[in-house]
């Protein structure tokens, strides 16, 4: 059997819970912003990292400030080889070195030896796929630099989550669309890359993001300010300003 496929779901509640470890923002005076992105989230009672910023020092430390355990972490998910997602993966594996680390299969063979040296144990993705009961993978998305993307079903809906978006936010949107036609899309979050996109393509996207029926947007890390002031001004109480210490619920996105 594909290991992939064969992680467990603890008992837990149903409702997922994402909360902002790293970001180039913060909404909180007690935690560090540094460029970067991750996110714990929490799905049918299993604890997900979602990239591990840039600086392993201030993945712990805000870790910590917020209550979360490298201990707790079920399994760890990698967007993309880029140093400010993969910066604090060592330091995770330090603590808790016999994780999944879910790759996709495009990332080095030297990286993937390393993480096992650290005594993870490689997922590695290609296409989409279900990793634990409602939460997959887009797999490995081609693009100027190769990505997946995390989405997971929720009784709000769907939750998509990105690293960079570097194969395009709105092509991520069409696979996770792919992936669970039948679900609504209740969040897009994470770095979108449109730091060199004008207004006008910003808008675009934005008008794209509504027609794929999108309901609520979240753009941070290397979305870039005018990204998210312009979804901001067009999703106005339905886009959701992050930053290290935001905490996402389910009851927010209803």
């Known amino acids: 059997m594909n290991r992939a ?46 990239d591990t910023g840039s600086d392993g020092i201030v993945l712990l430390k805000n870790m910590a400030i917020l209550g979360i355990s490298p201990s707790s972490i ?14 604090g993966i060592y330091s995770v594996l330090n603590e808790k070195g016999n994780l999944p680390v879910c790759l996709p299969r495009s990332f080095s063979t030297r990286f993937k030896e390393d993480m096992r040296r650290y005594g993870a144990e490689i997922i590695e993705v290609e296409k989409a796929v279900e990793i634990l009961p409602g ?21 709000a809906g769907m939750v998509v989550i990105t690293g960079c978006a570097h194969p395009g936010i709105i092509k991520i949107i ?27 393509q910003i808008l675009d ?17 290397c979305s870039g300010q005018a990204a998210r002031t312009l979804f901001a001004g067009e999703y106005d109480d339905h886009f959701i300003a992050l930053g290290a210490g935001s905490v996402i619920s389910l009851n927010s996105l209803t």
């Open 174 to 200: 069409k696979t996770a669309k792919d992936v669970l036609p039948d679900h609504e899309i209740a969040l897009v979050m994470g770095g979108f890359h449109l730091l060199e996109d004008d207004d006008n």
């Open 74 to 87: 079920d399994l760890l998910m990698i967007s993309h080889q880029h140093w400010d997602h993969t910066g």
């Open 205 to 221: 996207t934005i008008a794209q993001f509504k027609r794929s029926g999108v309901r609520y947007a979240a753009a941070t890390h």
């Open 135 to 155: 939460f997959y993978t887009t797999g490995d998305m081609e693009g100027v630099i190769r990505e997946q993307a995390a989405l997971f079903r929720t009784t």
């Open 5 to 50: 496929l064969s992680i467990r779901s603890k008992n837990g509640s149903s409702d997922p819970l994402i909360t902002i470890v790293c970001d180039n923002y913060t909404i909180r005076e007690d935690l560090i912003a540094s460029w970067g992105f991750s996110c714990l989230i929490r799905h049918e009672g299993r604890n997900i990292l979602f």
